[in-house]
């Protein structure tokens, strides 16, 4: 553990919290891609797995059950509480387009040919591009509620920060993941744009828009 990647879980934790915070209090999941948050489901199911199988630490094991229970429940509240509000004419995004090269890319460059081991580096490749829906979802309707800018950022900074834990685990620890850095410097990239906006625009009060 390293000020970048607990910096990293707080950012990550956020964004879950936000999220809800703006499904519950609006009722209403507009502007919100379905198809990203049933990625990110996806991801964090195949991720963490081993926790019924390893042991690492009390927060290890807390925060992995807190995320599966945020994702599904951001899922459930998208796709049965507040389907109605549900925007499926904008979130259009063909999400197979991502899934299926995610896995056949963990089926041949992982880093060791186990069950627990493809699922986890499948579940890295998918995460570094389940945002794209929702990218899309924004940038199709033009604009974002400032909540969902604030959620988007503090996701984008989860990423972020943890290519910096990458960074500094290799200085101070010799410890290199090439798998997760190259996914994390992908994810974060698709992020630049979205910061640039963000930091020029929602920090001054302005409502975030983006060219349709």
């Not at 199988?53 to 796709?79: E, I, P, Q």
């Amino acid at each position: 553990m390293n000020i970048f990647r607990m910096t990293g879980d707080l950012s990550h934790l956020l964004a879950a919290m936000l999220l809800l915070l703006k499904i519950w209090t609006t009722r209403s999941c507009a502007g919100i891609s379905g198809k990203s948050q049933f990625l990110f489901a996806i991801v964090y199911t195949a991720r963490y797995l081993d926790l019924f199988t390893s042991y690492v630490s009390v927060y290890n094991s807390f925060m992995k059950v807190v995320f599966l229970a945020a994702s599904f429940g951001t899922v459930y509240l998208m796709y049965m509480k507040f389907k109605a509000t549900y925007d499926h004419n904008h979130d259009t995004f063909r999400a197979e387009f991502i899934v299926l090269p995610a896995a056949l890319l963990a089926l041949i460059i992982n880093h060791e040919f186990t069950i627990f081991e493809v699922l986890w580096t499948f579940s890295i490749y998918l995460e570094s591009v389940a945002i794209l829906p929702q990218l899309f979802l924004v940038s199709k309707t033009g604009e974002a509620e400032s909540i969902t800018s604030h959620y988007l950022f503090a996701l984008g900074a989860y990423r972020a920060l943890y290519l910096l834990n990458w960074i500094y685990r290799y200085y101070t620890e010799d410890y290199l993941d090439l798998i997760a850095i190259v996914a994390g410097v992908v994810q974060t990239a698709l992020y630049c744009d979205f910061f640039y906006l963000y930091i020029t625009r929602v920090l001054k009060g302005r409502k975030l828009e983006l060219p349709a």
